[in-house]
């Protein structure tokens, strides 16, 4: 058994004895001891009181330290980014945002992130040396394999470029990028969500993707485009072209851009997707029916969805989202209607708990899942004997 397979016992944050952690693996002690040992002079474990005495001095008891190293988790939107610093527990240590268009092009968006890197550790009272990895969402396709973000049609000059190198020139750490609703069903999952190992994060906002977590794991895909429902085709988009020069895309029918479309067409003045929420708030009743028209449409791919994955929650999020239960109506009367009745049986759909914050929460997720994986936890033990 390796060091990092103790380390993954004492994740869970239960504090345990060498003793209990000899019994738990069916180690020796000895070989427990070294293994503790050496997470101690990582600094990811550390001491946690004692235990009580059977007699004699009393057994030490060894927890996670979640304080031992931070990480910096950012999530860039079309025209927005949110960056925190947390330590490896989660915990949010200190934030930051930016009114940012990705239309900028990558040097100027990377800049505000590596220097708000710098902002955020000095606010945590933090050394450069504690950061140990860095999460960044993107508003596009990425090809995880290399954080690159793959022909993302609203971030010119992006296509190909090497984001992580680009903050590395800066904070020679690991840089994981991948696109933002992957992020967002991380951040919802690890926040309120952890228990469940089957999900699905569905963002509504300018377009429609979904996150798919099965089996307690992210599921990119082979390319890293699982999850693209904007461009399933639906049944009321018949002779609408969507931007991806296709016809009947849910995304040119149900999406943010959709309904502004729609309403203004009806004589509304609205102007984005956030016009078309307040909206909805304010009662107005051609905005009601054309966010549960949304809702309908896409519950016509989310029963699909939920007939093929068969997830336990499905959780619905992005700026229109914040419409409220008129979206969610739309999409549970379908998804009920049509999916079958064993994989609804137990199916909850819920609008999300982490709401703007669930991308840079799951951006932060994403660096420290990686930084505590079994292959950095080795290499790191391999470091220090």
């Known amino acids: 058994m390796r060091t990092s397979d103790i380390f993954d016992l004492l ?29 101690m002079r990582l600094g990811l474990v550390a001491p946690s009181g004692g235990a009580r005495s059977t007699g004699g001095r009393p057994p030490s008891l060894f927890a996670l330290n979640p304080a031992a190293r931070v990480v910096v988790g950012v999530d860039v939107g079309a025209t927005h980014a949110i960056a925190a610093v947390t330590d490896l527990g989660g915990t949010v240590l200190g934030e930051r945002q930016a009114a940012l ?15 708000v890197i710098g902002e955020l550790l000095a606010d945590a009272k933090r050394p450069e040396a504690d950061l140990v990895a860095v999460g960044i969402g993107l508003p596009g396709p990425v090809e995880h394999s290399t954080g690159r973000p793959m022909n993302p049609p609203i971030m010119p000059g992006w296509d190909r470029y090497d984001v992580p190198g680009h903050v590395q020139r800066t904070y020679p750490v690991p840089v ?49 485009t699982a999850g693209d429902l904007g461009h399933v085709r639906v049944g009321t988009g018949d002779g609408v072209v969507c931007r991806c020069g296709n016809e009947g895309c849910l995304e040119a029918v149900a999406a943010g851009p959709a309904l502004v479309s729609a309403l203004t067409a009806k004589g509304l003045a609205v102007a984005s997707t956030g016009g078309v929420v307040e909206l909805v708030r304010g009662g107005d009743a051609s905005a009601v029916q054309e966010v549960r028209r949304a809702g309908r449409d896409i519950g016509e791919v989310v029963a699909t969805l939920v007939n093929v994955m068969n997830p336990s929650v499905v959780v619905i999020g992005g700026r229109l989202a914040d419409a409220g239960e008129h979206l969610l109506a739309g999409i549970r009367e379908i998804v009920y209607q049509r999916s079958l009745p064993l994989a609804t049986e137990h199916l909850q759909i819920v609008a999300s708990r982490a709401g703007a914050q669930a991308g840079v929460l799951g951006a932060a997720t994403m660096a420290v899942e990686h930084v505590l994986s079994p292959e950095a936890i080795e290499a790191a033990s391999a470091g220090v004997g």
């Not at 268009?101 to 220097?115: F, K, Q, T």
């Not at 377009?207 to 990119?220: D, E, M, N, V």
């Open 101 to 115: 268009d990705i239309a900028d092009g990558p040097e100027v968006v990377l800049g505000w992130v590596v220097s």
């Open 11 to 39: 994740r869970d944050g239960r504090p345990r004895t060498r003793a209990q952690l000899a019994d738990e693996t069916g180690m020796a002690r000895s070989t427990i001891a070294a293994r503790v040992d050496v997470l």
């Open 176 to 224: 994981l990028i991948d696109n933002d609703v992957n992020i967002m069903a991380l951040g919802e999952r690890g926040a309120y969500l952890p228990d469940v190992d089957d999900l699905i994060f569905i963002k509504v906002a300018t377009g429609i993707g979904a996150g798919i977590i099965s089996g307690s794991r992210l599921q990119r895909g082979a390319q890293g």
